[in-house]
């Protein structure tokens, strides 16, 4: 998308959500301990230590540097952005954080300590072991960066609450959207980019009663392993399929409002503590779970999910019926449309005749720049209302299926349409409106805000008031 006035929006929503470094990597080599070390700078050499202080969070040099270095490696440009920028970006994350506080934002600290286990595995798994972990960010003991890291994400999780807090109950409406569509001049306006509509129909192999049965005895034998004194955790973590939680070997904590399959919550709310279920279906396979813990209306659980395995003459059965499908379409005998509604078995898609919905922007539009590599390398080379060859899909969740495709609608790059774009539109005109909500009530807390900007930032030229200047 091409946009000349509305690149400051999108630019600070960017700000606003995931901000210039927000990924595992980045945030571990983030710090908030002051450490004064001698680094070089051109022809000259300065000391790290804190460059600003937002009420009891401070800045330090190094973190700008860190942040230029995160930039760069997701292969994004910073020949355009400043020190002062990204300084700017700085404070509102702890400008964020401190007013949390003050403002009694809880934030669990189990829930900071799943995070930071999630993110520790995934460091120990790409250098090797914790020692090199800590070796490699210059901790002096696994304890101290555990704290560091601690601290650093729960910061992190404040300031994330606090823009949630600001921005969640913002509307925009029709008029709203309409006064913002016409504030920009039509040389101006926005360009959309070439999109498709997608429809697919969905044929899922049917698995043997006897591969079944065998997934069944499995899941038996896992239990009667486990009551007899082995671990239900070291078993999950051999034989799930979920990939999500093998690595905590089987971990979840749920409530009532968690949104897992209502089999799956039935059979969990239903046990004691201690009680190992009996093997149970759900649209993902076959499940059981160990109930380690009920805390409240939370219950603490492991579960192992193991999915039937697809023989090659299930998948070459569910193959022909989807051949015959796409024969009996091209005859005209029955319709895409109708075809999905009767034999597709995805719940999601069949009653709207298959249609695909864009999960980023909930509406049926994919644009082609952005659409996901996989659907794209399916759809780019169909015209329209032509339908795919049988495609094999393997999906983590449930399992192999087999899928037909069709591009039932191209729309063309075109400058933005009050009425065709309307849901583009309105999303537009909903940021510009987080974003002067954000600015409102950033400039109202510096006044507010203990801050202190040292000397050689003095001269940067903020979009808010952190100087104080007004």
Known sequence: ????????????????????????????????????????????????????TVGDYIVLDSDIDKAFLEISSQGNS???????????????DKLYAHQAIQDSIVVKDEEIRDKMSQQLEYMVEQLG?????????????EEDFRTELFDILKQQRLADEMRRKIIDEIQISPEETRVFYKSIPEMERPVFGAELEIAQIVIVPKVSETE??????????????????ASFKTRAVIYTDDRASAPKGGAYTI???????????DVAFSMQEGEISEPFETEFGYHIIYLEKIKGQ??????????????????????????????????????????????SEEKETRANGGTLINPKTQDTHFELTKMDPELYGHVSNLKDNEIS???????????????????????????????????????LALKEKQIKAITKWTNEKIKESYISIGDDYKGCEFTSDWLKKQ
Do not use: W
């Open 1 to 52: 998308m091409k946009i000349i006035k509305l690149k400051y929006i999108l630019t600070l929503l960017s700000f606003l959500t995931a901000g210039f470094y927000a990924n595992a990597q980045e945030i571990i080599v983030d710090s908030v301990k002051v450490k004064e070390k001698v680094v070089q700078s051109g022809n000259r050499q300065k000391i790290d230590g804190i460059i600003a």
């Open 78 to 92: 910073v020949k355009d952005i400043t020190r002062c920028q990204i300084l700017g970006k700085l404070l509102e």
């Open 129 to 141: 072991s914790m020692e090199k972990v800590v070796k490699y960010f210059k901790k002096n003991s």
């Open 389 to 427: 060859e049988p495609i094999l899909e393997e999906d983590p969740r449930t399992g192999k299926k087999i899928k037909l495709i069709m591009v039932t609608n191209r729309i063309n790059e075109h400058v933005a349409d009050y009425s065709k774009d309307y849901t583009k539109i309105k999303d």
């Open 255 to 265: 409530n009532k409002k968690t949104g897992f399959v209502k089999e799956f919550k």
């Open 298 to 343: 939370d219950l603490e659980l492991r579960h192992i999910l193991m999915m039937p395995k697809v023989s090659e003459e299930d998948l070459s059965e569910a193959r022909g019926k989807a051949l015959l499908l796409k024969k009996r379409i091209e005859d005209k005998e029955i319709t895409f449309a109708d075809a999905a509604r009767q034999f």
């Open 212 to 229: 079944k049965q065998r997934v069944i005895n499995k899941l038996k034998e896992i239990k009667k392993e486990v009551e007899d004194g």
